[in-house]
């Protein structure tokens, strides 16, 4: 394994790890800006009032794509030990 191996493995688990990731953060930022914008418009600036649905709304998607992520890291992790079979 020289460091071209070792960069496009890195590289591989870095677009592995936000792909696997993007659908929950995408959602948190969303309900955060719907959140946000709601108490702008209502003048409530209840701290507490933006972890709740954010957690909801995180945990709601994570188990909703979980075939997708898994799918993501399965691809992963065979590509990684395809390469390992191979001898890099």
Request: aromatic share 8%; proline share 3%.
């Amino acid at each position: 394994m020289n460091q071209a191996d070792a960069l496009d493995l890195v590289q591989a688990a870095i677009w592995t790890i936000i792909v696997a990731s993007s659908p929950a953060v995408v959602v948190a930022m969303l309900v955060g800006v719907v959140i946000a914008l709601l108490q702008a418009l209502t003048q409530v600036q209840e701290i507490t009032l933006t972890f709740i649905p954010k957690i909801v709304a995180t945990l709601l998607v994570a188990s909703l794509m979980a075939p997708f992520i898994g799918t993501v890291i399965y691809t992963f992790a065979e590509q990684i030990y395809g390469r390992i079979e191979q001898g890099f």
